[in-house]
């Protein structure tokens, strides 16, 4: 499958998505635009659950945010590089999706895996928009494509955002989203080790953060993003 998206979320793990940028897909979809997910790893190195049953639980989530697709690239977790066959590997999804605007993970975090995708998916961003890079997909070629934006997710590490996007009337969507994912966060009847995604007070940290970014615009409830470099502003009076 191939077509033309809006907005393609590239991120490491499943549940990235959902922690970091959920509300912002759920505004986007509600508002006509077209969203696509990209797994880079099926999560297998996490603490709790399985490669497995977190590949159920991302498939749930996706149908309750109204993404188009969710899709794996299959990179080992914990270990994928940056070389030249995994931005090839990245280049196909860009190629073959044309998002206008990427999401990916935050540009440093407590997680080695979310900083490294995030130069990955920046890199491969470019790449795919050099014409003499060749990439195929089901013996097809690719022809070439650069999304004009790539924005970072704010994850675990407060970064001050470059911009906030009020999620206010999706809040409780994104929660029920992220909770498809049980066999990652708290559960009392679990006998797995503890995690730091696991603890009681994980949706607590989440919704303070959340509530922290809607601050910064004065609403309720916001996700913050980055972006290398200054944004390009049209309309000066636009902003609000």
Known sequence: MSMDVDIL????????VEISMAGTVL????????????????????????????????????KLLGAEFREQVGLADGFFDIDRATLEQVIIPIRRFRPKLVLTNALEDRHPDHGRAASLVARAAFLS???????EHDGTELPAWRPGRVLHAIQDHWAAPDLVIDIGPFWEKKMEALRCFGSQFHDPRSNEPSSPISTP???????????EMGRLIQVTFGEGFQHSGPLPVEDLLAFG
């Open 27 to 62: 505004k986007h979809v509600a508002q006509g635009r077209k969203v696509g997910m990209v797994d880079l790893t099926r999560g297998e190195l996490g603490t709790r659950g399985s490669a497995e049953i977190r590949s159920k639980e991302a498939e749930e989530a996706r």
């Open 129 to 135: 928009g050099l014409r003499r890079i060749s990439v």
């Open 9 to 16: 979320c590239i991120t490491a793990h499943p549940d990235d």
């Open 201 to 211: 007070d994980f949706f607590p940290f989440l919704e303070g953060r959340a509530r």
